[in-house]
């Protein structure tokens, strides 16, 4: 892809690209002195489509109007609520609707998944995650390892990144030769929050099915912003949040995917509640658990229809971009971010992320001597750039393809010159 340093040259990919409607769907934070927004943090926090307030409230009329019987009656019925994201859920992430469901948190959805696939059994009993796993993670997996009476000083493995921050294949190979007959599971994320990394998880997969261990991913960063052929690749399950990149909402429902080899009927020992009891019988208030087909067994509460209505607004919008083209805008966009930073910062700033191995984020480092990186995050912050800052020592910024131009990315890098200058 050619690039070129000029607003003109931004305005003009704008005007070419078939999805610059999309950017009118979402809310945009205020100005900032006369600084519109450049809103980069769609790794943390997705924008709010506009669409969400009206699909909350059709439900808030819907309790209003019915009451109770807004479970069967509500134009989108409480009772199969959550079978609403199924089909858009399925399609984002390459499996089969009967693969999929929306339901708790994502922390939440981690445990209830491990505590089915985390079965230590003899000397089969560790787990790995990478060194630099987002806390949340390291605190399920080592937890679930410290529920089974193990302790995770020894039991919890983890793959370490090599000096660039960044994980190889080579270095799991040699972990799981060493490690492999003891290892229960490997859970490991899609996209590495820190450095936007894509890992090869169809090779994770491959590796793990050769060492007899479970995989389960975690797709916070991935879902909304990578291909994913869930069904096809094989992890045993999956868990994501739904307020990243599927611009749901903070705390909005998280989901889950559980391989079609495990939900035949008793396959599992899963936890259960009320929701996982097949639709059909579970007025009945039988005191025998008659499980529903598919990963909607897992449920256990009825869903919050409340808070899963931005969900379904935003899957909608999914929808009608395609997330292949969506794809395709991604990597002109962040591509055209990657160039502008390497043409103008040379030796300032560093680009950890993989150019080979990326999605929507750059992580940045600061390079200039006697700068302090904090100081341009703030700077840039003033200057109303929205990205984050992570310890020790990245900015993340992420052009998301859905809602952010080349007029966002050029209006960036002139931002991020001012910041650097003023540090
Ligand atoms: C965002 C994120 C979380 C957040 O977990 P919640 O349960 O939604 O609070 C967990 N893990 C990873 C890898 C994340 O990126």
């Known amino acids: 892809m050619h690039y070129e340093d000029s607003a003109e040259f931004a305005a003009r990919l704008d005007r070419d690209d078939p999805l610059a409607g999309f950017r009118d769907l979402f809310e945009f934070p205020e100005e900032r002195g006369s600084r ?59 499996a089969d609707p009967i693969e999929v469901v929306a339901m708790n948190t994502l922390t939440v959805n981690l445990h209830v998944l491990m505590s089915s696939f985390y079965r230590p059994e003899g000397p089969r009993r560790k787990i790995v995650i990478e060194s630099t796993a987002f806390p949340s993670d390291r605190y399920a997996a080592a937890s679930q390892i410290r529920m089974h009476g193990h302790d995770p000083g020894r039991d919890l493995l983890q793959w370490q990144p090599r000096d660039d921050q960044l994980l190889y294949m080579d270095d799991l190979a040699t972990l799981l030769e060493r490690e492999g007959g003891q290892t229960a599971l490997l859970l490991l ?6 450095s936007g990394q894509v890992l090869d998880m169809p090779g994770i997969c491959a590796l793990a099915r050769r060492h007899g261990c479970r995989v389960g991913f975690d797709l916070a960063h991935a879902i909304g912003n990578v291909a994913l052929e869930l069904h096809e690749w094989g992890p045993d399950f999956a ?12 705390g909005a429902i998280a989901g889950a995917f559980v391989h079609q080899r495990h939900l035949a009927p008793g396959d599992l020992d899963q936890l259960h509640g009320w929701w996982g009891n097949n639709a059909a019988t579970r007025f009945e208030m039988r005191d025998e658990f008659d499980p529903a087909p598919g990963a909607d067994v897992f449920q256990l509460s009825c869903p919050p229809v409340l808070s899963f209505a931005p969900v379904l607004a935003s899957l909608e919008i999914f929808t009608d971009a395609g997330l292949s083209r969506l794809i395709e805008k991604s990597r002109r966009l962040t591509g055209y971010l990657a160039w502008l930073i390497a043409h103008r910062f040379e030796g300032r700033i560093d680009i950890i992320t993989s150019a080979a191995e990326r999605g929507c984020q750059l992580s ?31 900015i993340r910024i992420a052009p998301v393809p859905l809602y952010n131009s080349y007029g966002d990315v050029f209006a960036c890098a002139e931002r991020l010159q001012l910041a650097l200058d003023a540090a």
């Open 36 to 94: 519109k927004s450049v809103y980069f943090c769609g790794h943390s926090l997705g924008l709010q489509p506009k669409l969400a307030a009206q699909y909350v409230s059709e439900e808030l009329s819907e309790w209003a109007r019915r009451g109770v019987e807004g479970h069967f009656e509500a134009a989108r019925p409480w009772v199969s609520y959550h079978r609403n994201a199924a089909g858009a859920l399925a399609t984002l992430t390459g």
């Open 189 to 194: 994320p899609g996209v590495q929050y820190y």
């Open 239 to 250: 868990a994501w949040c739904s307020y990243k990149y599927l611009n749901s909402g903070p």
């Open 364 to 394: 940045l480092v600061i390079r200039d001597k006697g700068v302090d990186a904090r100081q341009v995050f703030r700077n840039l912050t003033k200057l109303n750039v929205i990205g984050d800052w992570r310890e020790p020592d990245v």
